[in-house]
């Protein structure tokens, strides 16, 4: 009768401590599951899919996106490759007002500040980047800039009067030297030019021809990147730069230009960013491991400026 008893006790408490442990595990379970990022994202209205995809970037994206309504741009606007964090308010309203276009462009086109129009809103150039300093249509030079080492440059090098840096001199000519073992000739046609020259060159084409076909062709006095001594519009002995495009000179630099720091600044099918059109013959100084970068990339300097940069 006794041992009866204790066995009915025995297994009482082996049920209860069952029933315990289980219902324990069930509530630690549920709570974790109540402060995860899973359900947290859930309840703002995230899909599975887009769960998945949250939870695998990294620790500061993942937080933001905590802190943030839901709004079906965030996510793609995320993996965007130059999607910059600070920009993230502005992406949204451009993508609200401009549905049809896409996410890489939209992160682009704010990056770069090209939502607004030339001119619109123009920034003084951050002149501590150096060699590497944005003039464009939204990023001006001081009127009176003139860079204090500006050299001449030799005949063989350029047509008469040209002056440029002479760190960018430097790399010009080795870059003329290694193209002339190949029978090629590049000559410097347009480098240096001093903000009164801009200002007259602007002026005769606005006079001319009116203000928009002038911000078409010439760029504003303080906005053209031949101010910063940096630049230089090449051609071969024969050519124009409007047909240098054809030549095997152009083919080169294509391909080495990079090697010895300079970029082409103004490619095809990139005046919406850059503010310019096409133009085979403008190649800009920034340094060969700058260059190198923007050649892998395939970027504008103007986009990497944005997102390495500036950022
Ligand atoms: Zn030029």
New binding site residues.
């Given amino acids: 009768m006794e041992r009866i008893k204790n066995k009915k006790v025995i297994i009482i408490i082996a049920v209860v401590l069952v029933v315990l442990i289980i219902g324990t595990i069930i509530g630690f379970k549920t709570y974790n599951y109540l402060k995860s990022n899973k359900y947290k994202l859930k309840k703002l209205g995230y899909n599975e899919k887009e769960i998945s995809t949250v939870l695998k970037m990294d620790k500061e994206k993942l937080e933001t996106i905590l802190s943030l309504e839901y709004n079906e741009h965030i996510i793609p606007l995320f993996q965007e490759k130059y999607f910059i964090l600070s920009n993230l308010n502005k992406y949204l309203n451009y993508k609200d007002k401009n549905k049809k276009v896409d996410y890489n462009e939209v992160v682009t086109l704010i990056n770069v500040g090209a939502d607004k129009d030339w001119y619109e809103e123009p920034i003084k150039t951050d002149m501590s980047k150096e060699y590497l300093i944005l003039v464009n249509k939204y990023n001006y030079l001081e009127e009176g800039y003139k860079p204090d080492d500006l050299v001449n440059m030799g005949l063989q090098f350029a047509f008469q009067g040209k002056q440029i840096r002479s760190e960018v001199y430097e790399a010009f000519k080795k870059l003329v030297k290694t193209a002339k073992l190949e029978n090629l000739t590049i000559v410097a046609n347009?480098t240096f030019r001093t903000y009164e020259y801009q200002n007259g060159l602007y002026n005769r084409y606005k006079n001319d021809y009116g203000k928009e076909y002038a911000d078409n062709y010439a760029a504003r006095p303080g906005y053209s990147?031949?101010q910063t001594g940096l630049?230089i519009?090449v051609s071969t002995l024969s050519s124009t730069m409007d047909n240098f495009e054809q030549t095997e000179e152009f083919n080169w630099l294509q391909e080495h230009a990079h090697e010895y720091g300079f970029i082409l600044r103004y490619p095809k099918d990139k005046e919406h960013i850059t503010g310019y059109k096409y133009?085979s013959?403008?190649y800009r100084y920034v340094g060969i491991e700058t260059a190198t970068k923007i050649h892998e990339l395939g970027i504008t300097f103007d986009e990497y400026y944005a997102y390495f940069l500036e950022k």
């Fill in positions: 347009s990147e031949h630049s519009d133009e013959w403008h």
